[in-house]
Structure formats: structure tokens, C-alpha cells
């Protein structure tokens, strides 16, 4: 059953504490995309990864960190330096950087601030 | 405006009518998507149109593009309740050297059963 999955479907996050969501596929995609939607709103590019130990900052990447050492992982970090972190996060992955080629999206994660 | 917005930002019709979404962009681009995101779930391809297409057709939807208007619409003919749902536009152009995929606002589509 191939796909992209992320992991949790809730998160809560304390004042002051850095929380990692997990996106994981199985597609053999090169790239990878974290985005954040906002109630009513489009989906704003936070971090991208085109290959394997490479990534690139999206339009919103302050506050936010991510890693990519496996092909099949690309795992964002809110940090406590994102002060607004409420909002829920898509991943999405493409086979590669062609523009003829679509993204794939997970089920995405909701991140809340207790 | 931003780049992909769609209009109108929220549409209700009555099953079996036909339901037409309209995304105007401002720069050029190499292609242009439509996806359909449930409540709450992720987004999920529709159909891609490229900028030397003028219309594409896939089952009940139908996608036209006019680079000269910097417009795109898609229309669900035949609508379903189950084609309850948001949709977004979202272009593919070249920006500061590399690629990039920008999203609209999207537009909110309930069908009345």
C-alpha cells in the first residue's frame, strides 16, 4: 500500500516547547514539501527538499527546521521560535522537481498550542 | 490579489447542477493545477493543464485556461454531494531561480442533496 503518511493526525504543543511532526512515503519520490494552511486559507511553502541531505527555505521556513536523511523521511520541526504554530501542516511529495509532475499529499497533522 | 485566487471564495448548489470555480493568477507559468482538499484531510490531485492547453477534460470536470486573461476555470458538471469539498488552484512558474508552486485561497463547493 504505497503513499505518504504523517504522523500524528494531533498534536499539542506547550508554550515554549519544540515539537516534530513526522512525514514519511514510500513512493520512492525525490522531492519532498512541508506547507501550512490556515483556517480559509491556501497552503503557504515552509521548507522543500529536492534530494536526499539537501533543502532549500520556503516562504515561511522562521521558527521552523527540517532534516532530510533518508529518502523516505523529511521531518519538520516547529521550533519555540515560531510564535504562531496553530495551524494545520501538509506534507507532500513528488516524483521529481519537473513541473509536469504532481504533488502527492498526506493526511496532514493539526498542531495546537495549549 | 495573490497569485491563484479563486473565485467565489464559497459556492452552494443543488445536486445535479453544475458547479464553475474560477483561479486568476498574476505571473506566467508552465502549468496549472486544480486539487480537491475534504475537511480536515489532505489535498488530492485533480487535474494538471499545462500553458499550451486550452482545455482538459477528466470524467465530470472540465478545466479551461486563458494565459492571455491569466485565468483558469474548472467546472463539475452533474454535481454530486459528494463533491462536497474545498478546491484550489495552484500554479507552477519559475521564481528566483527555481521552481515554485503557489496555492490559492481556494473555494469552498457544498452540494445541496
Known amino acids: 500500500d504505497g503513499g505518504i503518511t504523517q504522523s500524528p493526525k494531533y498534536l499539542f504543543r506547550k508554550e515554549g516547547q519544540n515539537v516534530t511532526l513526522s512525514c514519511e512515503q514510500n513512493l520512492n519520490h525525490d522531492a519532498m514539501y512541508w506547507y501550512r494552511q490556515d483556517p480559509g486559507q491556501g497552503l503557504r511553502l515552509i521548507y522543500y527538499?529536492?534530494?536526499?541531505?539537501?533543502?532549500q527555505k520556503g516562504d515561511i521556513a522562521e521558527g521552523y527546521s527540517v532534516s532530510r536523511e533518508k529518502k523516505e523521511s523529511f521531518p519538520l520541526t516547529v521550533t519555540s521560535a515560531q510564535k504562531n504554530p496553530t495551524a494545520f501542516y501538509l506534507c507532500?511529495?513528488?516524483?521529481?522537481?519537473?513541473?509536469?509532475?504532481?504533488?502527492?499529499f498526506g493526511p496532514g497533522t493539526r498542531l495546537l498550542v495549549l | 490579489s495573490q497569485q491563484g485566487e479563486e473565485d467565489p471564495q464559497a459556492l452552494s448548489i443543488q445536486e445535479g447542477e453544475n458547479a464553475t470555480m474560477n483561479c486568476s493568477y498574476k505571473t506566467s507559468i508552465n502549468n496549472l493545477q486544480w486539487y480537491r482538499q475534504n475537511s480536515g484531510r489532505g489535498l488530492v490531485h485533480l487535474i494538471l493543464i499545462r500553458s499550451n492547453e486550452r482545455e482538459k477534460h477528466s470524467g465530470r470536470l472540465r478545466v479551461t485556461l486563458d494565459t492571455s486573461k491569466k485565468s483558469s476555470s474548472l467546472l463539475i458538471t452533474a454535481s454530486r454531494a459528494a463533491d462536497t469539498a474545498s478546491y484550489f488552484c495552484?500554479?507552477?512558474?519559475?521564481?528566483?531561480?527555481?521552481?515554485?508552486?503557489?496555492f490559492g485561497i481556494g473555494t469552498k463547493l457544498q452540494v445541496i442533496p
Open positions: 527538499s529536492q534530494i536526499v541531505n539537501d533543502f
Open positions: 495552484a500554479t507552477d512558474s519559475y521564481s528566483g531561480g527555481y521552481q515554485k508552486v503557489t
Open positions: 507532500a511529495s513528488k516524483v521529481g522537481t519537473s513541473s509536469q509532475e504532481t504533488q502527492y
